[in-house]
């Protein structure tokens, strides 16, 4: 065998070898981060085997506890476990009189906890282990295929009876008409952020670990035109059967075995996929990126972003002529931002 053909196996097995180390550190740092969580409710002894888990690390998110919950709930979650990053809205309290909610307080820093994913690795390690989890922030509202009349029970037996490990989604953010400070006060998500972008959205598979990084929409559409590589990564693998040894990399963007990220290629894929609603843009936004500028919190490099959030602060108007008003899972499978093959039913 000539040099040149041996250093395709030998570059393979350097990488397998590197993504294993990267895989272990990480869960070596879950295993760290549950040491300095503190439980304030912790009613985890409630867990039963089969029950589908929820997994959310928060901050100040009072405002969409209440209908995150039940949405949540609506579609089978039996069990939500929290981490509290130092509120100060009353979330904390309101989260620890919920019969079905276990909560921990993470008084440290969010960007250190890389971006509080090492608190919820640390949980995942704990009490997800042969469980369906579902990690999600709490300004995300998944919907998928017939998700108004099959909950996540018959979604997982369906992924289970396919020998599929979890389901990925798109984060689709919604927004309102005029300024984003004058939204409505009240209401669901969808009705005082009734509009959102249908494209265009692209995906790269970035190696080694095979990543995707979806990019587009309205976020790009409005602060990041003229460096469109800097636009947030809007693929998600939020619904997971664990297992002790996966780890998420970059927040659930991406996981380790690489394998399981080859589960989602973003809009246009025709497996079984969902969509997160993505409530970032209520009122209160200019207030929180002002807030961000000085707390510097979130993104690896926060001066980079620094842009981004001054902009925020003035409330901008986001709709503009090819905006879509959202109305169920319906219209978003006709615009191919998520499908349901193989799942059964019509959409």
Not at 37 to 65: C, H, K, S, W, Y
Not at 78 to 83: I, Q
Not at 126 to 147: I, N, Q, T
Request: proline share 7%; with cysteine; aromatic share 10%.
């Amino acid at each position: 065998m000539k040099a040149g053909d041996r250093r395709g196996p030998l570059r393979r097995g350097w990488s397998a070898w590197r993504m294993r180390a990267k895989r272990r550190q990480l869960i070596l740092r879950a295993m760290r981060a549950g040491r300095s969580l503190q439980p304030l409710a912790d009613r985890t002894a409630a867990i039963r085997p089969g029950d589908i888990l929820g997994f959310v690390t928060l901050r100040n998110e009072m405002q969409r506890l209440p209908e995150f919950l039940a949405h949540y709930r609506r579609l089978g979650v039996a069990h939500f476990l929290a981490v509290d990053n130092a509120s100060t809205d009353g979330g904390a309290d309101y989260l620890r009189s919920q019969p079905d909610v276990s909560l921990w307080s993470a008084p440290g820093s969010y960007r250190e906890a890389r971006f509080g994913m090492d608190w919820l690795s640390a949980l995942l390690l704990r009490h997800g282990r042969g469980h369906w989890c579902l990690s999600v922030d709490a300004d995300e509202l998944l919907v998928y295929p017939h998700c108004d009349s099959r909950d996540l029970r018959a979604l997982t037996a369906h992924l289970d009876a396919r020998g599929i490990a979890g389901m990925g989604a798109l984060m689709l953010d919604l927004y309102p008409q005029g300024p984003l400070d004058q939204a409505p006060a009240s209401g669901s998500v969808t009705e005082r952020l009734p509009w959102f972008d249908p494209g265009p959205y692209r995906c790269q598979v970035m190696q080694p670990r095979r990543n995707r990084w979806v990019q587009g929409g309205v976020r790009e559409r409005v602060f990041f035109a003229d460096r469109p590589k800097r636009a947030p990564t809007l693929n998600k693998l939020p619904l997971i059967r664990w297992h002790w040894r996966y780890a998420y990399v970059n927040s659930t963007h991406s996981m380790l075995p690489a394998r399981l990220n080859d589960l989602y290629d973003g809009p246009g894929d025709a497996r079984l996929c969902g969509v997160l609603l993505h409530s970032k843009f209520l009122p209160d936004i200019a207030a929180r990126s002002a807030e961000e500028l000085a707390r510097r919190q979130h993104f690896a490099d926060p001066d980079a972003y620094a842009g981004y959030h001054r902009a925020l602060t003035d409330a901008p108007d986001l709709w503009y002529a090819g905006s879509v008003r959202y109305r169920d899972w319906r219209q978003l499978v006709a615009l191919g931002l998520m499908a349901g093959e193989g799942w059964p039913g019509d959409p």
